[in-house]
Structures are given as C-alpha cells and as structure tokens.
C-alpha cells in the first residue's frame, strides 16, 4: 500500500462533529497508530490526535445569510485543504455532517480523485432529496447513525453502512458526578432544581435565543424555585454570556452538560444535537430555534418535516414543544414550559416517551464500527 493512503483528511464544522471526530480518530489509531490525520475541528479532535488546518470556530457559520458573508474565507479554506491533500497525497477523506461545507468540498475532492467516506449523515430526509444525486456522484460510501437512514441511502442506490449512534458510547463512558459531588462542587442551592438553557454552540445561535429563553427562566425560577443553569460549549468563551443574562442570577457552567442533563428538571434546547443527547437522559424540554429571516425563510420552502428537534423526528412525533422563529419569544417558551412544569402526568409521560428513544439508535460501538470500515477501505486501495 502507498505510504500516502495512511494520511486521511477529515472535517467538522461544529462541536458536535468534533466529538463525534475525536471519537472516531481515537479508534483510527487504536486500530492502526501509523495513520495520520489532518483537516478541520476542534479542540477535541486536536487531542485526540489531528493535526489542525483551521479550527472549527472559524468556520462556525449558521444560515445562508452567513455563510454568503463568509464565501471568501470559505474558497480560500477549501484552497488551502485541497493544498494540504496534495502535499500530503492525501486519498482518503472523511466528512462530518456539516453539509454546506462539506458537500461543496467533496465536489473539489472528488476533483482530486480522493475516495470520500460520509460519517453522520446530512439530514438530506429533512430537506427533501435535492442532495441524494450529489451524494451519489460524490460519495463512496455513507456511514449513517440512524436506522431510517440506511434504508433511505440504500433506496437512492447508495453505499451504506449502519453503525448506530456515538452519542450511545459517548454517554456509556461518561462518569457522571452524583447530585452532591455536582451541587457542592458549583455552589448550587440544594433546596433547588435546576432549569437548564442549552442555547447552541455559536455566538449567532447564542445571541438569539439567549436573551428569549433568559426571560422565560426568570419567571419560572420564581414559580416553581428553580435555579436557571446555563451550559457553555466548550468552544465558546464564557464570557459572551455575560452580556445576554440581563441581570438575572444565573450561573453558567462549561464542560457538564451531561451532569446538568441528568440532574435537570426542565431544559430550554436549541435544536440540534444536544436534544437528541438531552432525550437520552429523559430530560422534558422545550426546543427552541431562531436563525437570520433570510434563512429562516429558505429553510421554510425547503424542509420537508413537520418537526425539527431530532428527539422528536427520531421518535417518529412530537413529544416536547418546539418554538420556531418568532414564536420562540420568552412568553412563549415560558407557557410551554409552565404546562410541562404545572401537570405531573404530562411531565411523567414526556420522561417515558423520551426514554424510549435510546432503543431506537442501535448499540454502542459506533466509533469503533465506523473505524473498522474506514480502514478496510484504506486496505483494499
């Protein structure tokens, strides 16, 4: 085998993708040290063993509106990957979700004659077809998550593989902290449960659906005495909360969202991952989603969903609240709330049915699945 076909090239976008990437890294060298890895992400994916183009914080667009602004820094990151694939002969890439960037990429990758491995699959389902001939084209082989997602590849004529959800071993191998050790440790009241507010993982995400879910938390800490958290993702700086709390006493707490999703009572979720990962410790939740009007208004011609929260579109219904938009004001996200707050039944019901969900995204393992058929492709070149 060419000593080049060892050097992969893998890209995320965006915090979810970097967990899900270190995870996958870690098994690529467990399985074989020689390999060596470069591209995008972030911290995580640096640690576990990448060396880093640019990091995922530069490339943390959200919207059409915002990635036209950004299109010259795009072209010249995507120049500067498909540089670095050649001076590192680079023939083998794997591509994190992020589709915008990504699907774009794969088109110059291709180009290259580079074999492209698709690891969490874009929610090409969600957004009707229009992407499934690209991925045909471009892609060599899907590696999905979801068990809905195999059939759907496998239909379109598309090489598929399921390997069931990261989040399932990445949770597995958490060790969480008990309501003491978590309580004492940040100085928490003991006489109170906690609000969680998981506002996304970029400062544009964060600037609009902050300040609304802010003031829904101030008047259910006085209703039903709870303390309102605010969980940080590890690549933003602590510090832009500051200006979006408006003065109300809450604490943000970075690195624990899993211990914060377990001890919660209630959470107020951006949409995206941390739903999914929120219905997995059975939190009852209100997802909320806010994004430029431009956006908002493409996205609305082309998702092809009635719900966007993926522990609801796993589920197969809706079983928390979803604001989208205007209606994720604070009034809003208040009354939704109060309703699961106020009616024990319903709260009971919510936690159960979000329990089931962990049954339908396979087995632990995906990491390791996912490696094992990288690299037999690698081998096979």
């Not at 120049?79 to 590192?88: G, S």
């Not at 598929?160 to 949770?171: A, K, M, S, T």
């Not at 011609?301 to 604070?330: C, F, H, R, Y």
Request: charged fraction near 25%; hydrophobic fraction near 40%.
């Amino acid at each position: 085998m060419n000593p080049g076909n060892k050097n992969i090239l893998i890209i995320a976008g965006e915090a979810s993708g970097d967990l899900h990437g270190s995870a996958l890294i870690t098994e690529l060298k467990n399985t074989d040290p020689s390999i060596r890895i470069y591209g995008i992400g972030g911290e995580k994916m640096k640690d576990a063993g990448m060396t880093i183009l640019y990091p995922i914080d530069r490339l943390a667009f959200l919207g059409f509106a915002e990635v036209l602004r950004h299109l010259p820094f795009i072209k010249k990151v995507q120049r500067e990957i498909i540089q670095l694939v050649k001076e590192k002969e680079i023939k083998n890439a794997v591509l994190i979700d992020y589709p915008g960037f990504n699907l774009n990429l794969a088109k110059k990758l291709k180009k290259e004659g580079i074999n492209i491995y698709y690891y969490i699959s874009p929610q090409i389902w969600a957004w009707g077809a229009g992407r499934v001939e690209k991925i045909r084209t471009l892609v060599n082989k899907m590696i999905v998550v979801l068990p809905f997602e195999k059939e759907f590849y496998s239909k379109n004529n598309i090489a598929v593989e399921y390997v069931g959800h990261p989040l399932l071993e990445r949770i597995d191998d958490y060790k969480l902290l008990s309501r003491t050790e978590f309580y004492n440790k940040f100085n928490l009241d003991p006489t109170k449960e906690i609000l969680l507010i998981l506002p996304g993982s970029r400062k544009n995400e964060i600037t609009r659906i902050l300040p609304e879910a802010v003031k829904a938390a101030g008047k259910l800490m006085n209703e039903f005495n709870l303390q309102t958290i605010v969980a940080c993702s590890n690549n933003i700086d602590a510090d832009i909360f500051k200006k979006q709390l408006g003065g109300i006493e809450i604490k943000v707490i970075k690195g624990h969202n899993y211990d914060l999703m377990n001890l919660a009572k209630i959470g107020i979720i951006k949409s995206g991952t941390s739903t999914l990962e929120a219905a997995l410790f059975s939190l009852p939740m209100v997802i909320v989603y806010k994004t430029s009007l431009v956006t908002y208004l493409i996205g609305r011609k082309l998702i092809k969903l009635d719900t966007i929260g993926m522990a609801n579109i796993i589920a197969g219904e809706k079983i928390v609240p979803e604001l989208i938009q205007n209606q994720a004001s604070a009034q809003n996200i208040y009354k939704e709330c109060r309703k699961i707050l106020s009616d024990k039944e319903l709260y009971s019901t919510i936690r159960k049915n979000l329990a089931l969900i962990k049954s339908k995204l396979g087995s632990p393992g995906a990491s390791h699945k996912a490696a094992q058929i990288i690299c037999s492709a690698l081998n096979e070149i």
